[in-house]
Every structure is written in structure tokens, then in C-alpha cells.
């Protein structure tokens, strides 16, 4: 069984697959930037399961690429304000461990 | 499987291929630089990966946005908040024994409901069929299975009939603009007596010039002389794989505008925020 002949298949693996790496490194990283990278990986995931939805089934139509568009809008903001984040608790700790980082106020 | 099957599946599998070592690279490197670096190639692969699908749009925004954006903003955050010396340590990761069969589990799970649960791909409009009667003609219009097509049959004393096939497709959802077919439309088709079938592949040229993923078509029977023979059918509907930019910009600009707006907002908001969580700390005097 290739590819070309079940296509929407190969790509809900090829996404489970990726969600599940990323799943991963957000639970076993301890750098902040780690498990932001583990977000985008899972963020990614969700994505191609949304355009393969949209392109290979019927009942799909166009919503799955507008809603992917969406998700990669939401991804930038959340990816902004992640990084502002954890160059405040640099500023703070001096590190960017996320089992340092215990306290709210200093 | 004939040359452009043969690079989609090629395609398919390098890319694959990329993205997953990629990710294993993201999740296990000892080295953060690595790990960023490593994350460039998946959001590459996955780029592909839509192309791949032919949605050409959200690959073109996946590379600005993602590869452009975000990964930049990652390593500059990574440059920022390690001194470049100690980078080599900086990247240590918890034992990580439940949680890798966490993710096996998770993953086994979803390939099971995949491969042996068949009814998640269950589609309303899998399985249909349509019988128009005209006389003693008989044309029915079926789609099962992603495949759509016309069979023709009766006993009948005509020598041949005309069929009528249009195509419609849908500018917005729920109106539909009827255009002819090429030359091939209407086509006289030998009906004496026996049966004849055509699949979506055998219907005119209009399949593959459509734009959208929902092109629907219906057929009637008229007289060699122009004369209908049979009502219309029902539209069915079938899948073209074609670039959908024109369908989601429609939708961005109609039905999706407002959420286009708040997304718009949202990330006004995010710029705001991100600049205020990050400014340096003015104390007072």
C-alpha cells in the first residue's frame, strides 16, 4: 500500500506521528525554547490532519485550509508572546528551566 | 501508476522522511542550535507536505509565516537566553521512560482507530444513486466511493441519444454556476439495447478544469434532434484535487471574514503584550 493509493491514510500517520514526537519533547524537555519547539511540532501535526480533511475528503471543502490558516496566525501570536515570556523569566532566574521557574513574584 | 504518481509517492516518502528525522532530531538532540535547526526541516517537510496535497496556499503561508517567522523568533530567543558557550549543556531533557510509552501508546492507539475502525471515514454523501426514466432509456447517475458516473441502459428502439452533461461549480456555498462542457458535451452516445457506463474519468473535459474540491454535474437525455428525453438528474458531486486559493479566499473575504478580523486583532493584541512582557524593568525612584 503506497502513498498514492490511500493518500488521506499516509497523512493522518505521518501527523500522528509527528504529534506524538512532539508530545514527547514538550513532556521531557526542561528548557522553555525545548518545549516551544515541542508546541509547533504538535501544532504542525494538527495542521496537515486539517488540510488533509479539507483535500482528500468530499465533504471537507475549503473550511480545513482556512481553519489551518488560522491555526498558523494563532501559532505566530502564541509564539511571540512565548518567547517574550521566557525573556522575562530569563531576566529573572537566569535560566530558562521550567522546573526552576516556581515563583510568581520575586 | 504512471510518471506524475511516481514523483508524488517519491516526494511523499523523502519528505516523509524529513519530517519525522527532523522531529526526532527536535526531541532527543543534546545541542538546542541542533534542535531549532532540526525544526527548520520539519516545518520545510511539512511545507511539502501541503504542497503535496496541492493546497498551494497554506504551503506558501506555512514557509513565510512559520519558517520565516517563527523559527527566526525561536532562534533568536535561543541566542538570547543562552550564552553561546554553554550551549552544549543547555539542552537537558528529563528520563523520559514513561513518557516515551506515553506517546507509543498514544501513537499505537491512533493507528488502530485508523486501520480497524473504518468508521471514522464514513461520508454522507458516499453512496448515492439517482434513476431517471424516459420512455424505455434509462440513465442513472450513482457515486460511491469517491467516484462518481453515469450508467445508461433499457431497451430502446432509438439508434442514439444525446447525453446532456453539465458541470457546475460553486463560487460560494450553495449557488452553483452552470457552465457547458467543451466540445465533448453533448455527446451522442450508442444506447441500442445495451447497457453503457461512463465514469467520471469518460465525462467531458470539465472535471479537471474545475477549481474546486466540490464540482457537482448533473445529466439529462435529449433527442438527436434536440428534443428532451428525460428531466434532470439529481447534482451529485465529486472531488477534484485542484488548488483551492481561489475557494478560501472567497471564503476569507465572505463567510470567514469576521474571524479574519478577530485573528487580526489577536495579533495586534500579541504584538502589545509580547513588547510589554519583554521591556526592561523601569524602576521607580
Redo the contacts between chains.
Keep these: 500500500m503506497i502513498f498514492s493509493q490511500k493518500p488521506l491514510e499516509h497523512m493522518l500517520v505521518l501527523a500522528a506521528a509527528l504529534f506524538c514526537v512532539g508530545l514527547y519533547t514538550m513532556l521531557t524537555r526542561r528548557n522553555a525554547v525545548s518545549i516551544l519547539m515541542g508546541v509547533e511540532l504538535v501544532l504542525n501535526a494538527a495542521n496537515i490532519n486539517f488540510v488533509a480533511f479539507s483535500q482528500y475528503t468530499r465533504i471537507g471543502g475549503y473550511h480545513g485550509n482556512i481553519f489551518s490558516m488560522f491555526v498558523i496566525l494563532l501559532a505566530a501570536a502564541e509564539a511571540a508572546v512565548a518567547l517574550a515570556i521566557i525573556i522575562g523569566v530569563y531576566q529573572n532566574f537566569g535560566r530558562v528551566d521550567v522546573d526552576r521557574a516556581d515563583q510568581m513574584k520575586d | 501508476?504512471d510518471a506524475s504518481?511516481l514523483w508524488?509517492?517519491v516526494f511523499?516518502?523523502l519528505f516523509?522522511a524529513g519530517?519525522?528525522g527532523g522531529?526526532?532530531a527536535?526531541?532527543l538532540s543534546r545541542n538546542?542550535v541542533r534542535?531549532?535547526f532540526a525544526?527548520l526541516a520539519?516545518?520545510v517537510s511539512?511545507a511539502a507536505?501541503?504542497a503535496i496535497?496541492?493546497?498551494d496556499?497554506?504551503a506558501a503561508?506555512?514557509v513565510l509565516?512559520?519558517v520565516g517567522?517563527?523559527l527566526v523568533?525561536?532562534i533568536?530567543?535561543?541566542m538570547?537566553?543562552h550564552r553561546i558557550t554553554d550551549v552544549n549543556v543547555?539542552?537537558?531533557?528529563?528520563?523520559?521512560l514513561a513518557?516515551?510509552c506515553?506517546?507509543?501508546c498514544?501513537?499505537f492507539s491512533?493507528?488502530l482507530i485508523?486501520?480497524y475502525l473504518p468508521d471514522w471515514?464514513r461520508?454522507?454523501?458516499q453512496s448515492e444513486a439517482e434513476t431517471v426514466v424516459a420512455g424505455d432509456l434509462e440513465l442513472r447517475q450513482w457515486q460511491a466511493d469517491?467516484r462518481t458516473g453515469l450508467a445508461l441502459g433499457g431497451a430502446t428502439h432509438e439508434e442514439k441519444a444525446v447525453l446532456d452533461v453539465r458541470v457546475m461549480r460553486g463560487p460560494s456555498d450553495g449557488a452553483f454556476v452552470e457552465f457547458q462542457v467543451g466540445e465533448a458535451s453533448p455527446k451522442a452516445v450508442p444506447i441500442r439495447g445495451g447497457k453503457a457506463t461512463y465514469t467520471a474519468d469518460a465525462l467531458p473535459k470539465a472535471t479537471s478544469s474545475g477549481m474546486?474540491?466540490?464540482v457537482q454535474w448533473r445529466a439529462r437525455l435529449v433527442g438527436t434532434s434536440g428534443e428532451e428525453l428525460s428531466p434532470w438528474t439529481k447534482p451529485l458531486?465529486?472531488?477534484v484535487?485542484k488548488g483551492?486559493t481561489l475557494?478560501?479566499a472567497r471564503?476569507?473575504s465572505g463567510r470567514?471574514l469576521f474571524?479574519f478580523e478577530v485573528?487580526s486583532v489577536?495579533?495586534l493584541?500579541?504584538?502589545v503584550?509580547?513588547?510589554?512582557?519583554?521591556r526592561k524593568?523601569v524602576k521607580e525612584a
Excluded: W
Design positions: 501508476m504518481d508524488l509517492n511523499f516518502y516523509a519530517a519525522l522531529a526526532a527536535v526531541a538546542i534542535s531549532a525544526l520539519v516545518l511539512v507536505m501541503y496535497m496541492k493546497a496556499f497554506i503561508a506555512q509565516i512559520y517567522g517563527i523568533l525561536i533568536f530567543a535561543v538570547l537566553t543547555s539542552n537537558d531533557s528529563a528520563p523520559g513518557a516515551a506515553a506517546c507509543f498514544l501513537m491512533i493507528v485508523l486501520f471515514r461520508d454522507p454523501f469517491g474546486s474540491p466540490t458531486g465529486f472531488e484535487h483551492v475557494l478560501a471564503g476569507l470567514y474571524a485573528v489577536l495579533l493584541a500579541a504584538l503584550g509580547a513588547a510589554f512582557l519583554a524593568e
